[in-house]
């Protein structure tokens, strides 16, 4: 049977544009994938463009409609400094400070700063309409879905598509109101969109799988048991759980974010896991659970993004005594593994660039072991683990390069991409991420 060619994400944007009528629009986003095809091939359909807290900027990407560009960003942490660094390098764009604000992939920052967000949206947009008009008629309010994408039209005015807000929890929701009395919202969403395509390529990365098969098989799983998933994201995860032991056992999983349980839902049901796994929204630092419930929990790549203890205490008291507690975080104490031709130097600056941040109370290096001890876990086996990417054009590598290359020049930026083209050809893995995964038992 034929593989079926992924559509661009491009691609699918301009034929919703086309859908709508809109031959020019302003865009606001945070993940890079979602706005770039945009920027790099189709520069005559974008009004705009309002980056907003990515975790990564590549200048290059924007070269050719910076005047039309401005970024949002906070300018507390590594991460915020590294965008702002590569900001800096265009001197066309727009840069909106949010003082005192990390800025963190899963920042909710439309609630958290919002009433600066939203009147430089509609400040940017005002400015460059008068130069760059869309020229569109007027957008019915409505909802539908084209080409793998849904979306949301409401208020009145120049059309602002408004792509995902990465993990944000409120996504674009409490600036709707505000937005639309200026300008036409068209929010978009989808497992093509945002931050989901990025979950769904590490869910199926084979790196990535490996490291959470040998945790799997250290927690040592029983017929029947009942398992725990807090911070599911899209559900890839719980749906290769679900498959690696063939629905098994009974799955809960539980995330904050309401957009992304949507999507989950609707993947789990593509997947024919849905009577396999229950979906649920849930916050892992207060879980609305009773004690002792599940046989196993766990919580992948998510102690970074808030209190790691109170949600490490939170999987302890939902475990029955017996039970298993099973975590991975990302092991930011470690350098990222570059296996490519480049000068050390080069190949150290970038591999920081990579990191994804952590918040001041989460958890991201080797103290998640002593961490599962305190919480009075005990049989706590530590593994620390790499996931390896070996694919120089996977969406993963994508990813970490958009993170990292930001801050580089022309010259060495030239210079990563030879290495890359030379791995290509020769073979060999390009990034190994290190991550520290633990599993305890509830005494």
């Known amino acids: 049977m034929a593989t079926e060619t992924p559509i661009p994400f491009v691609d699918r944007l301009l034929q919703l544009l086309q859908h709508l009528g809109i031959e020019r629009a302003h865009v606001a986003g945070a993940v890079p994938g979602d706005w770039r095809g945009l920027a790099t091939a189709h520069a005559d359909r974008l009004a705009s463009l309002s980056v907003v807290c990515p975790a990564g900027f590549d200048p290059a990407a924007v070269s050719g409609v910076?005047?039309?560009?401005?970024?949002?960003?906070?300018?507390?942490?590594?991460?915020?400094?590294?965008?702002?660094?590569?900001?800096?390098?265009?001197a066309e764009i727009t840069l909106v400070t949010l003082a005192g604000y990390p800025g963190l992939l899963w920042a909710d920052m439309a609630v958290e700063r919002g009433e600066e967000i939203a009147p430089a949206l509609l400040d940017f947009v005002r400015r460059m309409e008068q130069q760059h008009p869309s020229a569109v008629r007027a957008l019915a309010p409505g909802a539908g879905e084209v080409a793998g994408l849904s979306y949301r039209v409401q208020g009145a005015g120049p059309p602002l598509v408004l792509l995902p807000l990465a993990l944000a929890t409120?996504?674009?929701?409490?600036?709707?109101?505000?937005?639309?009395?200026?300008?036409?919202?068209?929010?978009?969403?989808?497992?093509?969109?945002?931050?989901?395509?990025?979950?769904?390529?590490?869910?199926?990365?084979?790196?990535y799988v490996r490291m959470l098969r040998n945790l799997v098989d250290e927690v040592g799983l029983r017929p029947g048991e009942r398992i725990l998933e807090v911070g599911c994201g899209s559900g890839a995860m719980a749906r290769w759980l679900a498959g690696h032991t063939g629905g098994a056992h009974p799955i809960m999983a539980l995330d904050i974010n309401r957009y992304l349980l949507q999507e989950a839902q609707a993947l789990a049901r593509t997947a024919g896991v849905q009577d396999v796994i229950t979906f649920g929204e849930g916050n892992g630092e207060a879980l609305a659970l009773p004690d002792g419930r599940f046989d196993v929990t766990l919580s992948l790549t998510v102690l970074e993004e808030g209190d790691a203890d109170r949600m490490l205490?939170?999987?302890?008291?939902?475990?029955?005594?017996?039970?298993?507690?099973?975590?991975?975080?990302?092991?930011?104490?470690?350098?990222?593994?570059?296996?490519?031709?480049?000068?050390e130097e080069?190949?150290?600056?970038?591999?920081?660039?990579?990191?994804?941040?952590?918040?001041?109370?989460?958890?991201?290096?080797?103290?998640?072991?002593?961490?599962?001890?305190?919480?009075?876990?005990?049989?706590?086996?530590?593994?620390?683990?790499?996931?390896?990417?070996?694919?120089?054009?996977?969406?993963?590598?994508?990813?970490?390069?958009?993170?990292?290359?930001?801050v580089l020049t022309p010259a060495e930026l030239q210079e990563w991409q030879a290495a890359t083209a030379q791995v290509r050809t020769q073979g060999g893995f390009v990034l190994a991420v290190p991550h520290h995964c633990a599993v305890g038992t509830r005494a």
């Open 66 to 90: 910076a005047s039309r560009v401005q970024v949002i960003h906070g300018d507390q942490g590594p991460v915020a400094e590294r965008v702002r660094a590569a900001v800096g390098r265009v």
């Open 170 to 207: 409120s996504q674009w929701e409490p600036l709707l109101p505000q937005l639309g009395k200026h300008v036409s919202t068209i929010v978009v969403a989808g497992p093509h969109a945002g931050i989901v395509p990025v979950l769904e390529g590490r869910g199926q990365a084979p790196g």
């Open 313 to 343: 205490a939170e999987l302890v008291r939902v475990t029955r005594p017996g039970g298993r507690v099973a975590a991975i975080v990302r092991g930011e104490d470690w350098p990222m593994q570059l296996a490519l031709p480049l000068r």
């Open 346 to 406: 080069l190949r150290a600056r970038v591999a920081r660039g990579m990191a994804a941040g952590v918040t001041e109370r989460g958890c991201a290096d080797a103290s998640l072991y002593r961490r599962f001890r305190a919480a009075g876990l005990t049989q706590v086996r530590s593994l620390p683990q790499l996931a390896v990417y070996d694919d120089p054009g996977s969406l993963m590598v994508q990813t970490y390069q958009g993170r990292g290359l930001g």
